[in-house]
Structures are given as C-alpha cells and as structure tokens.
C-alpha cells in the first residue's frame, strides 16, 4: 500500500521527521516505575521462523540466518511499518529460548543504533505507540544479561521515542494508527518515570475517540472484523494499565468495551477465527478468545446485525453473512463487494470461506480480492456489487469503493426452528434492472444449509433498464455466476452427473453441495489469501452459472452433511497455519 501524496500528507510527514530528530537526540532519561509485565502475546511458529532466519512478512520473503531484520527491506511501506512496529517481538518471546532472547536483544539495539536518532523509517505516530508498547511489554526478556551501559541505551530510546510520541500522536490521523499512538503513550506515561504528565490528555483522547470511532452495536466504520479486535487490544491495555495505577476509567472506554465484545462473538466462527471480511483475517490463533476474556464481558450477542454481519449456528455449524452494505468514503480503502457473501464453518474447519485480502500480495491481487468474484456470493454479467474506483495516481492510495447498493435489507427469522436469513441488495439494479435476493436457511442440527437466490425486475423501471441491458447484447440473456470458495482443506469432487460436489473435511465429515438443475456446475480454481504467508495458497470453487433471460430467475441449492457423516466427530490436531511448509 503506497502512502498518500496530497500535501498535507507530505507536510505531515516532513514535521513528523523534524520532530523526530529533535526527539532522537534529546538529553532525557527515565526509568520504569515499575516492572512491566508481557500483555501481548504471539506465535511460537512464526518465532522460530525469524530465529531460523526465514523473514516473511506481508507476502515478501527473505532468508538469511545471519542478517538483520532491518535489512528486510523490499520497498514496501505496508512492510516496513510491520517490521518498525516490532510485534514480532511477541513471537520470539513466545519461543522464549536463549537463541530468541539474543536474536531480540541483538534487533533492538542494532534499531537504536540505526534509527535512534530519529532518522530513517519507523517515525510515525502509529508504528511508534506500536514498537513502545511492545518494548515495554518485552523489557525484561530484552535486558535480561545486559549491563548498566545497554540498560541505559534501552531507557533513553524509550525515553525519546515517548517524547516524539507526546508531541505528535495528536497528528495522527483518526484509524487504527490513531488508536496505537494514543494507547501506547499512556502506557509509556504510566510505565516510565517522568512522563506522567502525558497521560491525562491521552486517556481524554482515547475516550473521544471511544465515542466518536466505535458504534452503538459495537462496529467500527470499515466493518473490518480484525481491525476491531485489533482495537479491543488496545482497549484492553489501556484498561490494565489504568487499573494497575489505581486511576479510574472513563466512562466511554468502558462502554466501547462493552459493545465490541458482543458484536466480536457475532463475527467469531465456531473454531475460534474471525470472519473475513473488507480486508480482514481470521486472526492469531487463540487472541480472539484471549481479548474476549480479557474484557470480562459476558454478553452475546443479540439478534439481528452487528457491525452488519448477520450470525446463526446450528449445534457447531456457524454462518456469517455480510448482510450490509459495505463502508462509504475513507473508511472503504480496504473494502470489498462482498454484500450478501458468506462463510461457513463446521467445528474446527472452515469450509465455504471468503478468498481473504490481497493486500500482502501486490497491487494485482489487492484489487482482485476486493471484487465480488472473490467472494461466496452472486455475481451478474461481471460486474461486482459494489465498484472499485480506477487506481488515483495524484493520491498514490489504495482505491476507493463507489457505486455501492443503495438498500440492503436483511431479516432474521426468529423461533426454535431452522433460522432462517432473508436479504437482498439492490447493487444491480441501476446498471441491470434487477435485485439480489439471497434466502438461507440453517437447520436446528448444523448439519444441512439451503439456499435460494434470485434475481428479480421488481418495478416497471427495473424492467426497462432490463431490457435496455439485453438490448446492449443484442438480445442476449445477461450471465450470473454464483460461487462457493472452498477453504484449502476441503477436498472437493464432483459426483454423479454433475448434479452435485462432495467435500470432505479433514475432521472426515462429508458435505455434499447439490443444486436444483437451473444453473450449470462447475469445480474451478481459486484462492485463498492469508498474511503470514508467501503466497496465495491454491484451492477450489464451486462456480453455478447461467443467464437470466426473464424478470425473474431463482437458483434453489443445499449444503448437507451426507447420512453416513456422524453428528459427533472426534478432530484431533490442525496443522500450525505457520509452519513453513504450507507456504
């Protein structure tokens, strides 16, 4: 992701390095006024990969036993900032081995030797709340063996990095950055002696934005799941340290926590990951559950949408559906047509999933991931749901969406029976003539899925804009193509005469997808995308597809577990996401 160029971007970053250099060679000390303990924590797969000497981060990999990770460089601001914040300093502690400690111990004084002054990269609000709080959080695993001289070194970076930080987190602008830079100066302030003074308008700061960022339901503006668990992190930190000081807590962070746990349980699948939707992933293993604990929060979440995402289970069947329209304006950088789309996940395995965010992996497939083709929902005549705006190279940014549905509607059905979701959207309906109508149906057991979809002319208008859209094809019927990403997992074969696919879980359960004979079946290629790796790893779709010639075209399908597949299935093991041999 290429930063912005407008001038106030440019002015902004050039203060940001005066401020910076003023800051890096400051005359100011501290200590900690009390030993800080770890509150963050990581993956020891990952960890063993960075002391292995494997750097892989966003999609970019580098090896070498014996470089720096500040070597890993690609060109890339989106990698840059990963490796400058230092949140992989939690996976070396999760291995927490002597090899670990020095390789840690080694980074961090090889970064005070080259960007301690206030040079180079890494100087920015966000990414500097991000690298203190992990600096603090990990002191004791980086000082452990060092002498007085290295200790001192450790303390007045941290001392300068939090007087950068005092003088721009203000300068950040209102994102998840914000939230960082906010968050990591009132743990410095509270931690390190002297910069007390830094947390009262921080705390402010974060209560504003508490009420300004987070939603009645809980949601967030870009209705991305990660980002708002990445948040409650925030939140939750903020919380322990004001805790831990005896200073109360603001009234409007306590309830921002309380409205984001609920809605984080309504996008949590039955294994514990996230939905992936608008840009976010399934998420570390196990920090969902951690964050969720964390809160104290008990409440689940209540019936009908949160953050837009409709949720129902079936014993340990969960589907979540995108059933709102996607962001608007700034908060759509990283939005995608996904409206309507779904996942579903049995037990432990997730089996019709979302392909994921590009992001990680260049341009090309940043724009592709964002396209409703990408996603377990309908398509019509090739044209996504919502728009991606032609790349604006006077903004060098991350491309907006625009053309979005103007109404989407969603009702859940309510009762002890078979829940039932009942939507549409009209995204077609300006260009087509027509509405997505999307009705799902998961059975009591979690054991069938049904659905139907259609595309409907429902006034006089929308069947004139029909025909005019026939007419531009000479007559020709418009094609629709309605797609089922299968996670990477899955096993996917078609049976019989077409007429149905089987998918076999690793768990051993047996799904089978059948649809009504309206559409034809096809088993395709696909992909699924996931930072943490190389490259996209391989998979399969199931694709329907056929042409609607009338105002009016319904496909019927239905996702069963097969007779012979047990209601109870014993699922041992599952295999590291991390391990480097699935990348």
């Known amino acids: ?111 005070i030797d080259r960007f301690g002054d206030g040079n180079d990269a890494g100087w920015t609000p966000g990414v500097t709340g991000r690298r203190l709080i992990r600096w603090i959080n990990h002191a004791q695993f980086i000082l452990r063996g060092q002498d007085a001289a290295h200790e001192a070194r450790f303390l007045q970076s941290l001392a300068r990095q939090t007087l950068f930080l005092s003088q721009r987190w203000r300068a950040a602008p209102p994102s998840l ?6 968050a990591g ?26 009420q300004t960022r987070i939603s009645a339901d809980g949601g967030i503006a870009t209705r991305n799941p990660e980002e708002l668990l990445e948040t409650l992190m925030l939140l939750n930190l903020t919380r322990q340290v004001l805790d831990a000081s005896g200073q109360g807590m603001p009234g409007p962070i306590l309830d921002a ?35 969720l604990a964390a809160t104290g929060v008990k409440t689940l979440p209540t019936p009908g949408l949160h953050m837009g995402y409709a949720r129902v289970t079936g014993a340990r069947t969960s589907l979540v559906v995108d059933a709102a329209a996607p962001p608007s304006g700034l908060a759509s950088l990283h939005a995608h047509a996904s409206t309507l789309a779904f996942e579903l996940t049995s037990g432990r395995r997730p089996l019709v999933v979302s392909c994921g965010s590009g992001a990680r992996f260049g341009d090309d497939w940043r724009r592709a991931s964002r396209a409703t083709p990408s996603h377990s929902t309908m398509m019509l005549d090739g044209v996504s ?23 989407v509607q969603c009702d859940i059905g309510d009762g002890d029976g078979p829940r039932k979701l009942e939507m549409a959207h009209n995204g077609y309906q300006p260009s087509h003539g027509l509405t997505h109508a999307r009705v799902l149906t998961l059975s009591v057991d979690g054991r069938t899925l049904t659905g139907e979809d259609h595309l409907i002319a429902l006034t006089t208008d929308d069947k004139s804009v029909f025909d005019q859209a026939r007419a531009e094809t000479n007559g020709a019927a418009l094609p629709y193509s309605l797609r089922f990403h299968l996670h990477p997992d899955v096993a996917a074969t078609v049976v019989g005469d077409g007429s149905a696919v089987s998918l076999t879980l690793k768990s051993g359960e047996i799904w089978l997808l059948q649809h009504d004979g309206t559409a034809d079946l096809a088993l395709s290629p696909s992909v699924y995308l996931e930072n943490g790796r190389l490259k996209p790893r391989t998979t399969q779709q199931v694709v329907l597809s056929g042409r609607a010639m009338s105002y009016a075209t319904r496909v019927r399908w239905s996702l069963a577990k097969t007779q012979d597949t047990p209601t109870v299935v014993r699922d041992l093991g599952q295999a590291d996401p991390l391990d480097p041999s699935l990348t």
């Open 1 to 111: 992701m290429a930063q912005s160029n407008t001038w106030r971007a440019r002015r902004r970053r050039f203060i940001h390095r005066v401020h910076a250099r003023r800051a890096g060679r400051a005359d100011i000390t501290t200590r900690f006024v009390t030993q800080p303990e770890p509150r963050t924590i990581g993956q020891v797969a990952r960890g063993q990969q960075l002391i292995a000497g494997n750097f892989l981060f966003s999609g970019h990999m580098v090896e070498g036993p014996d470089r720096s990770i500040w070597d890993v460089t690609s060109g890339s601001l989106l990698i840059t900032n990963e490796i400058q914040g230092c949140a992989w300093l939690d996976d070396l502690v999760a291995v927490g081995t002597e090899d670990a400690r020095l390789r840690a111990q080694t980074w961090i004084f090889d970064w």
């Open 177 to 182: 950055h914000q939230l960082e830079a906010i």
């Open 185 to 210: 100066m009132i743990y410095a302030g509270f931690t390190l002696h002297g910069m007390q003074d830094h947390v009262a308008p921080a705390v402010a700061a974060l209560a504003t934005a508490c």
């Open 257 to 291: 926590i309380e409205q984001i746990a609920p809605t984080l349980r309504a996008v949590r699948h039955a294994d514990g990951d996230l939905a992936r939707f608008h840009g976010g992933g399934r998420g570390v293993d196990g920090r969902l559950d951690e964050a």
């Open 385 to 407: 749901s919502s728009h991606l705006a032609p790349p604006d190279r006077s903004m060098t940014r991350d491309d907006l969406l625009t053309v979005l549905p103007g109404r």
